[in-house]
C-alpha cells in the first residue's frame, strides 16, 4: 500500500485567487495523478503528473489553469488558479506503483476546495 | 464515452449478500474489470480485478461472464461500513499510463 498525505486537507478561497495542494506519499511511486470530484459527481482525471517534465492533461483540463509539479518520486503539486466558485470540488491525489501485480491505484483523502 | 454501465443505485440488508452488475458489452481483450468503491468523505479504494476467470478476495468476489460483457461483484456479507459508491472499470493491463477513468458508479445503501 502507500500512504498518501494532502494539505490542506480543505479550504475556503476567494474568487480570483490561487491555491497550491500539495500531495507526499511515504515511498517512491512511478505515477501520479491528479483527480476532481464535484459535489455530488464522479472522479474526473485532471492530469497525469511527471517526474521533471511537464504534466499530462486530459481533455478540458489546461495547464494555465492548473499547473502541477512533480520534482521527485513522493511529491506533487496542484495549483487551482484564478478561482470561480466552479471551482469547488474535492481534488484528490493518487498514485502507482510500477511493477505492481495488482496495478492498483491508491488514493488521499482529497482537498475540499470551497470558492465563494 | 462511458465504458461501463452500472445501475445508479441499490440497497440491500445488512448480513445479506450485495450483488452489483456492471455492462462492459465494448471491452477489448487484452482489458481487465476493475472494482473501486469510494466510502463517503474518502478517497476511492482497490477492491478486485479480473481479466476473464472468477476472482475473489478477502473483500470481494468478481464474477465474469464467459463473454466478457457483463460482471458482478459481490459483496458476501454485507454490513453498514459497505455503504458507498462502487465504481466498475475497464483498463488495458499493459496500460503504461496505469490511469483509471472513473464511471458514474451505484450507490449501494446497505439497511440494518
Known amino acids: 500500500s502507500a500512504v498518501i498525505s494532502q494539505k490542506p486537507s480543505r479550504d475556503i478561497c476567494q474568487r480570483g485567487t490561487s491555491l497550491t495542494i500539495q500531495c507526499q506519499v511515504d515511498s517512491q511511486v512511478t505515477m501520479m495523478f491528479w483527480y476532481r470530484q464535484q459535489p455530488g459527481q464522479s472522479l474526473t482525471l485532471i492530469a497525469t503528473?511527471?517526474?521533471?517534465?511537464?504534466?499530462?492533461?486530459e481533455s478540458g483540463f489546461v495547464i494555465d489553469k492548473f499547473p502541477i509539479s512533480r520534482p521527485n518520486l513522493t511529491f506533487s503539486t496542484l495549483t487551482v488558479s484564478n478561482m470561480s466558485p466552479e471551482d469547488s470540488s474535492i481534488y484528490l491525489c493518487?498514485?502507482?506503483?510500477?511493477?505492481?501485480?495488482?496495478?492498483?491505484?491508491?488514493f488521499g483523502e482529497g482537498s475540499r476546495l470551497t470558492v465563494l | 464515452d462511458a465504458k461501463t454501465t452500472q445501475p445508479t443505485s441499490m440497497d440491500c440488508a445488512e448480513g445479506r449478500a450485495a450483488n452489483l452488475p456492471c455492462n462492459h458489452s465494448t471491452i477489448s481483450g487484452n482489458e481487465y474489470v476493475y472494482w473501486y468503491r469510494q466510502i463517503h468523505s474518502q478517497g476511492p479504494q482497490y477492491i478486485i480485478h479480473g481479466l476473464k476467470n472468477n476472482e475473489t478476495n478477502e473483500m470481494a468476489s468478481l464474477i465474469i461472464t464467459e463473454d466478457r460483457k457483463s460482471s458482478t461483484l459481490i459483496l458476501p456479507h454485507a454490513t453498514l461500513r459497505d455503504t458507498a459508491v462502487y465504481y466498475c472499470i475497464v483498463r488495458p493491463w499493459m496500460d503504461s499510463s496505469y490511469k483509471l477513468i472513473f464511471g458514474s458508479g451505484t450507490r449501494l445503501l446497505v439497511r440494518p
Open positions: 493518487s498514485v502507482a506503483r510500477g511493477g505492481s501485480n495488482t496495478g492498483e491505484l491508491f
Open positions: 503528473a511527471n517526474q521533471g517534465s511537464e504534466a499530462t492533461y
